[in-house]
């Protein structure tokens, strides 16, 4: 399942392919963050850094140097040490950079102060992404005032610095097949994970404890970690676009809304149903996921590589503000209420993003003001919703407090799209089968 270490090296070989020779790419791993007094939140690699290099540890820094005769991928990372090892771990050590991670050459992170200085003096452009790490901007502008304050020694400090994140982050939009199998098998974790809560689910239960199923299933399939906090809303709770507290009881006669996605191997899946907690639809709870059902089958149509990025979002909102008129939530000509966004007060959020390593994934949406065009190889969401805030009395009272969203992920395909989260139901009478147990 895992990346091969041939891929890491060709993903590094494609970014110093752009960069030129003269150059030298510079990217701290992620650092580890305090929750509070000495217990830390789990460590999570950032994700260029793991994209680039599959080097899981903290305290570590990869520099690319295209052109260098002693070897153009350089691993800093934390020696080897009996005690810290007893009582934290393993650590791979520069010895295991280069034997196991591809590493040209490695050094102990404690003597970057000493060697990276050497690296960088003498090449002209500097790739690295300013203002994600002030202890490391910090340092690096340290590493190159040591250089420019020997320049009438000779030295030569580098005259440019670009953004390292320009060409990867494009790199990071097309996934390759070994990135689409481990995002497929994360979809398919993901899934299961709803249908066991669309099964277990009960009146009287807390969202916390729904949350726990999911959580239960991620773990059991081998992910260690939802891609982000999951989403248990019940009832108007359902209407807070952000809402992970869930700590209130499911009743009897509301929806829940859950948006929850397992990680695996540092990629995401992001999967949104939006179920009865009784196991039936009532019929306004009915009518508006049927109308929110009918917007994301409309995206997904569109999600096709002759489309740009924004044809499925249009889709949606055509499909949702037709509907709206039709249920007398909002009234007035369609294309009126398109053109002034009145879907607004009900759909206050886009139709996707990009999926990848990060749940709301890198990638330009646009190039040079206009709509990306769709192509195969990337993956993103589509998650059309509708919320019926619980006091909006400028609607009818059976509608208020219904919060709906839809969410499936979706690779872009030479002639379409494959929906990677397809195993999880979400037609009404199929969501009613499996929550009766019949499905
Ligand atoms: N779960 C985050 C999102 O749907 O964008
Ligand atoms: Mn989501
Ligand atoms: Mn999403």
């Not at 102990?108 to 690296?119: A, F, S, T, Y």
């Not at 300013?130 to 901007?137: K, Q, R």
């Not at 019926?388 to 009818?396: H, K, R, W």
């Amino acid at each position: 399942m895992t990346i091969s270490a041939k891929e890491y090296a060709r993903r590094r070989q494609d970014l110093m392919a752009t960069m030129g020779p003269n150059s030298i790419a510079i990217l701290p791993a992620a650092p580890e963050r305090t929750r509070n007094r000495d217990v830390e939140y789990p460590y999570r690699q950032n994700s260029d850094f793991w994209y680039l290099t599959g080097f899981g540890e903290p305290e570590a820094v990869m520099v690319l140097l295209p052109g260098r005769e002693h070897g153009e991928y350089v691993l800093f990372c934390r020696e080897r040490d009996r005690t810290m090892e007893i009582w934290n771990g393993y650590r791979a050590g520069p010895d295991g950079a280069v034997s196991d991670f591809g590493a040209d050459d490695a050094f102990p992170i404690n003597d970057i102060d000493e060697i990276l200085p050497g690296l960088i003096e003498g090449r002209e452009r500097v790739y690295y992404d300013l203002g994600h790490d002030a202890d490391f901007d910090r340092r690096l502008m340290g590493w190159v005032n040591s250089i420019r304050e020997r320049v009438r020694s000779g030295a030569q400090p580098p005259g440019e610095f670009v953004a390292l994140a320009h060409h990867l982050h494009d790199m990071r939009l097309f996934k390759s097949a070994a990135e689409v199998k481990i995002m497929r098998r994360a979809a398919s974790i993901s899934a299961g994970a709803h249908v066991r809560a669309m099964r277990t689910v009960r009146p009287g239960m807390a969202e916390y404890q729904l949350e726990a199923e999911y959580l239960h299933e991620f773990m059991r399939h081998g992910s260690r970690s939802p891609a982000y906090p999951s989403i248990v809303g019940g009832g108007a709770n359902g209407c807070i676009l952000h809402y992970i507290e869930n700590s209130q009881t499911l009743n009897d006669g509301d929806l829940v809304l859950v948006d929850a996605g397992c990680e695996l191997e540092n990629y995401a899946s992001d999967i949104t149903r939006t179920f009865p907690v009784n196991g039936t639809f009532s019929k306004p709870q009915r009518a508006l996921y049927e109308l929110v059902l009918a917007s994301q089958y409309a995206a997904i149509e569109a999600t096709h590589p002759d489309n740009h990025w924004n044809v499925p979002h249009e889709a949606v909102v055509k499909v949702l503000t037709q509907g709206l008129v039709d249920l007398g939530l909002l009234s007035g000509e369609v294309s009126e209420l398109i053109e002034t966004e009145a879907y607004r007060r009900f759909f206050m959020h886009r139709t996707g993003h990009w999926l990848g390593l990060d749940v709301h994934d890198v990638g330009d949406y646009r190039i040079q003001e206009q709509w990306r065009q769709l192509e195969p190889g990337m993956v993103l969401t589509v998650e059309p919703g509708l919320y019926v805030a619980p006091d909006d009395d400028t609607v009818d009272e059976q509608w208020r407090g219904i919060g709906i969203r839809i969410e499936d992920d979706v690779l872009v395909t030479k002639d379409g799209c494959e929906v990677l989260t397809h195993e999880v139901p979400k037609d009404v009478a199929d969501i009613e089968a499996v929550m009766r147990g019949n499905g």
